[in-house]
T-cell receptor, first 110, second 108 residues
Framework: DTGVSQDPRHKITKRGQNVTFRCDPI?????LYWYRQTLGQGPEFLTY????????KSRLLSDRFSAERPKGSFSTLEIQRTEQGDSAMYLC????????FGPGTRLTVL | GIQVEQSPPDLILQEGANSTLRCNFS?????LQWFHQNPWGQLINLFY???GTKQNGRLSATTVATERYSLLYISSSQTTDSGVYFC??????????FGPGTRLSVLP
């Protein structure tokens, strides 16, 4: 148990619906990263926060994706108007001395 | 951006065998980590090793930063070592770039 938690663990949705995932890190002060992982691939960087500031966003993060870390503690990742290509595992990680990953949220878009 | 390659892509071992996994990267890095992703998808950090050699039980890792590669050694493999091993480096944007992974299957 790394201490980083994610909710929900699984989400099945229909194409066009909006979904929101939550990540709760161990510490409020560490960097928080979001990744996407598709089957057979390594995690791909999406975005990261230092406290509440979103410092970097990947080009993978289209305008349908938005992430927040409102009080520098937990973070949310929202996907609007989901598409089948959004189906993936969404991973959250906290950077302390090393990266500690949460268990991920597996999204299936039907 | 920085490119990360891993070899071999797949590896099948008999329990008790030793193995070496390799990670090559295309540019200088100041952070390199090895991760194990278990069959349930959980990623666990194995080593933070931007340079030098570290050992933890049956696992050890060596990074030769000047030659842009890192090696992960697994000795006396066990079935619980099965899963995917990822190498990840930090690029200039302070973002972690993961390699494609090596899928290890250890047979009883």
């Amino acid at each position: 148990d790394t201490g980083v938690s994610q909710d929900p663990r699984h989400k099945i949705t229909k194409r066009g619906q909006n979904v929101t995932f939550r990540c709760d890190p161990i510490s409020e002060h560490n960097r928080l990263y979001w990744y996407r992982q598709t089957l057979g691939q390594g995690p791909e960087f999406l975005t990261y926060f230092q406290n509440e500031a979103q410092l970097e966003k990947s080009r993978l993060l289209s305008d349908r994706f938005s992430a927040e870390r409102p009080k520098g503690s937990f973070s949310t990742l929202e996907i609007q108007r989901t598409e089948q290509g959004d189906s993936a595992m969404y991973l959250c990680a906290e950077l302390a001395d090393t990266q500690y990953f949460g268990p991920g949220t597996r999204l299936t878009v039907l | 951006g920085i490119q990360v390659e891993q070899s071999p892509p797949d590896l099948i071992l008999q329990e008790g065998a030793n193995s070496t996994l390799r990670c090559n990267f295309s540019d200088s890095v100041n952070n390199l980590q090895w991760f194990h992703q278990n069959p349930w998808g959980q990623l666990i950090n194995l080593f933070y090793i931007p340079s030098g050699t570290k050992q933890n039980g049956r696992l050890s890792a060596t990074t030769v930063a000047t030659e842009r590669y890192s090696l992960l050694y697994i000795s006396s493999s066990q079935t619980t070592d099965s899963g995917v091993y990822f190498c990840a480096v930090v690029d200039y944007g302070q973002n972690f770039v993961f390699g494609p992974g090596t899928r290890l299957s250890v047979l009883p």
